[in-house]
């Protein structure tokens, strides 16, 4: 890596509030071909059913199904693979935990128009715990992203240890519910930023994003970097999947695991719901538990 791809202001900015943005990293071109791609996994998939390529919305738009995320889109198609280790993205990530990465998972939200589920507030780690927490999510912006359209929303700072996401009786709900969090007076910082920017956040930073009720797409990518020393602690059939695979990007591989970072805590997680199932249905219990003006 010659020149820093990350000024020292944004290296600042990361430590301090566990998040930086790129702005307009990806020219039009870029965005072209990855759009182009998108509609044709979306299409194949909807027409076939094959619903273990993509998550629907739960409400349909004119009488049509929509997709409101691709799995593992590293998988499905080379220009989200080449994109991942693009020296962009790969270069301001190794900036923030080292030469040696791996990518842990990739995920395509789709955030369609007027239906677009929200995603409630979280953090990352929390469902993939780590023996460190040198892991980074690059958020990137595939369309314009505003408050209108449901951009990410994060709470700088609150990124120095895992915060509780289980409910009363004991089972992970996707969602935060540490009693501190939930009753804070801390403002959220929106991230709206034009499309081709990359957001780099660390994998405690608590983030969320509305529902899009807007005409307007916000179509994102996610990557999930990681140190290659930073070995998950959770074993899981999810796990399992999830670890098959990751991939080494750069560097080598670790010959042993480093411990640091705050205790992680560890998800009681059965089965395999999705981020956005398991919110919804934790949202429906608690809705039944605490009705409104009860
Ligand atoms: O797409 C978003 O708004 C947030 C994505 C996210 O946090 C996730 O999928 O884990």
Request: proline share 9%; hydrophobic share 35%.
């Amino acid at each position: 890596m010659a020149e820093s791809p990350l000024s020292p202001d944004q290296i600042e900015e990361y430590r301090r509030d566990g998040v930086t943005l790129l702005p307009s990293l990806l020219d039009a071109s870029t965005l072209g071909r990855l759009h182009e791609t998108i509609d044709s996994i979306v299409a194949g998939a909807v027409e076939s059913g094959d619903t273990s390529i993509l998550e629907l919305e739960p409400e349909e738009v004119d009488g049509k199904a929509v997709a409101r995320r691709i799995y593992d889109p590293c998988e499905r198609h080379q220009v989200f693979r080449k994109l991942c280790s693009d020296t962009r993205i790969l270069d301001a990530v190794e900036c923030l935990i080292g030469p040696d990465i791996s990518l842990h998972h990739s995920k395509l939200n789709m955030k369609p128009p007027r239906v677009g589920s929200a995603v409630e507030w979280h953090q990352d780690l929390a469902y993939f715990p780590h023996t460190n927490d040198d892991l980074v999510t690059a958020l990137v912006y595939l369309d314009d992203a505003s408050i209108e359209n449901g951009c990410l929303q994060v709470i700088p700072a609150l990124h120095h240890a895992y915060l509780d996401h289980h409910d009363e009786a004991g089972q992970f709900s996707g969602l935060i519910t540490d009693e501190a969090f939930t009753s804070r007076a801390a403002p959220a910082r929106p991230l709206p930023a034009p499309a081709g920017s990359v957001i780099l956040m660390h994998c405690l930073l608590p983030h969320s994003s509305l529902p899009n009720r807007s005409r307007d797409g916000r179509r994102t990518l996610i990557f999930e970097y990681r140190a290659c020393d930073a070995v998950p602690i959770l074993y899981s059939p999810r796990a399992a999947v999830t670890e098959e695979k990751a991939r080494l990007l750069r560097g080598r591989p670790a010959r042993s695991a480093r411990l640091a970072g705050p205790p992680p805590l560890l998800p009681r997680l059965d089965g395999d719901k999705s981020l956005y199932q398991l919110q919804e249905e934790t949202l429906a219990r608690q809705a039944v538990e605490n009705p409104p003006g009860a």
